[in-house]
């Protein structure tokens, strides 16, 4: 069954500590993203790769990273410079290259991050 | 730059009655997409709209895409317990923006 595995479902951070959340995707997209949601403000985009070894920069990439060394996968890491990792984070993928894509979008299930 | 903004934040509905969730976009859309969101979960692909004025049905749901292509709705007709969740846009002008969606609370 094609889908977005994403994981853990919920994550902890210690002060200072850089976390890895995993995102595989099993669809043969091309594209993919990672979002933010906090309540009550939608979903802010964080990085997208539109391409193996490609990716940009979204709206809040500040204190984040990502790699695409496969396309299957495209792992987000909460470095400690990001000062309220709190939130939930989703990934994304969909088809379309060569520029962003206008396909709709396919969503994992989520992590919940928070700080211990 | 490309801002899509969505009203109302919040709708609390009586079961069986009728609302209207409305979309409105800074820039002029080459496409509009939506999403629901059920408490707990991921955001679901609902549908895609891509020409001035149209309007596509999902049952219930009437989506609505406006002639400036700057503006969409969605109507729900007859809400039901299984509509709870938060409806997002998104609107795609030169990336897909999401607005920050209607969450839907249902009183029977």
């Known amino acids: 069954d094609g889908g977005i595995t994403q994981s853990p479902k919920y994550l902890f951070r210690k002060e200072g500590q850089n976390v890895t959340l995993s995102c595989e995707q099993n669809?043969?997209?091309?594209?993919m993203y990672w979002y933010r949601q906090d309540p009550g403000q939608g979903l802010r985009l964080i990085y997208y790769?539109?391409?193996?070894?490609?990716?940009q920069k979204g709206d809040i990439a500040e204190g984040y990273s990502v790699s695409r060394e496969k396309k299957e996968s495209f792992p987000l890491t909460v470095t400690s410079a990001q000062k309220n990792p709190t939130a939930f984070y989703l990934c994304?993928?969909?088809?379309?290259?060569?520029?962003?894509?206008?396909?709709?979008?396919?969503f994992g299930d989520g992590t919940r991050l928070s700080i211990l | 730059g490309q801002q899509v903004m969505q009203i109302p934040q919040y709708q609390h509905v009586q079961e069986g009655e009728d609302f209207t969730t409305y979309c409105n976009s800074s820039t002029t859309l080459s496409n509009i997409q939506w999403y629901k969101q059920r408490p707990g979960g991921h955001p679901v692909f609902l549908i895609q709209?891509?020409?001035?004025?149209e309007v596509k049905k999902q049952k219930r749901l009437t989506f609505q895409f406006g002639e400036a292509k700057k503006n969409s709705s969605l109507h729900i007709t007859a809400t039901q317990t299984t509509d709870v969740g938060t409806y997002f846009c998104a609107g795609f002008g030169y990336k897909l923006s999401f607005g920050a969606g209607t969450t839907v609370t249902v009183r029977a």
């Open positions: 790769s539109q391409i193996v070894n490609d990716f």
């Open positions: 994304a993928s969909s088809t379309g290259t060569g520029g962003w894509s206008n396909q709709p979008q396919h």
């Open positions: 709209l891509v020409k001035s004025g």
């Open positions: 669809l043969n997209h091309d594209a």
